[in-house]
């Protein structure tokens, strides 16, 4: 760049704020856009392996743990359930059954976290089943036994997004979802910096003579997913019936 006045040093922190969003890139598509998948690749082409501990993919029905050999466990629901009472109550129940430790004994987990992507659907679905006295569209007014608290909704800024870092219009990634408990999810997603970006990078001199600079700024962060157990995956395809 050519930066004689130092205009470009105030960028520094736009470009640290980037390298912030590579981990939270590869985060938001490991938990939600592609958890029923190995990898994740970023614009770019650079690709990170995202499989749990067991080998498989963090939404799977195949799950093993160490206690219990070739025993399967699955956490995501039996069919694609759009959001809803119906699909969060399947949900639960797909995790009050699977959701083990590592002897197989079954884990008292109590869901607490509805996580979508940045949909206006998915968003407003989430606020009516979590925010509504009670259920929308019954005609008797059903208590609405997911309100009052009993769940955050967490919206990921980056999903859905595609390999080359577009919104992704996919419904696949649109639409899926997922309900977790937050005390074992933090067992099971881990991240770190090892570098955090600087936001005080001063400009590299190329050549004195006309004042050609570049600024770069790097971080370093590591992350695995060692356990699969705490969460629990609609992966639907179609969009939520709203009230």
């Not at 958890?35 to 770019?44: E, N, R």
């Not at 881990?190 to 004042?211: G, H, I, S, T």
């Not at 050609?212 to 969009?239: C, E, H, K, M, N």
Request: aromatic residues 8%; neutral net charge.
């Amino acid at each position: 760049i050519h930066d004689k006045l130092d205009f470009v040093k105030d960028d520094v922190s736009g470009l640290g704020e980037r390298c912030i969003n590579t981990p939270a890139l590869v985060l938001s598509g490991a938990l939600l856009t592609v958890a029923s998948a190995t990898t994740v690749t970023l614009p770019g082409g650079t690709t990170y392996a995202t499989t749990c501990g067991d080998g498989l993919a963090l939404a799977s029905t195949a799950h093993t743990v160490p206690g219990t050999g070739s025993t399967a466990y699955r956490n995501t629901t039996t069919g694609t359930d759009v959001l809803g009472d119906a699909g969060l109550t399947n949900a639960i129940q797909i995790g009050n059954q699977n959701i083990v430790n590592d002897d197989g004994i079954v884990a008292p987990w109590a869901p607490d976290l509805l996580i979508i992507p940045r949909n206006e659907s998915m968003i407003r679905k989430a606020l009516e089943l979590t925010k509504s006295d009670q259920v929308t569209l019954s005609a008797n007014n059903t208590v609405n036994v997911y309100s009052g608290g009993r769940f955050k909704v967490v919206v990921l800024n980056f999903a859905p997004r595609n390999s080359i870092g577009a919104y992704s219009t996919t419904a696949g990634d649109m639409y899926r979802w997922a309900v977790a408990d937050s005390r074992m999810l933090k067992r099971a997603i881990k991240y770190a910096w090892a570098a955090r970006p600087q936001d005080n990078v001063l400009p590299k001199f190329q050549a004195r003579e006309n004042m050609d600079s570049v600024i770069s700024v790097g971080g370093r962060f590591v992350f695995g997913f060692p356990r699969w157990q705490g969460i629990v995956y609609s992966l639907a395809t179609a969009a939520p019936t709203l009230g």
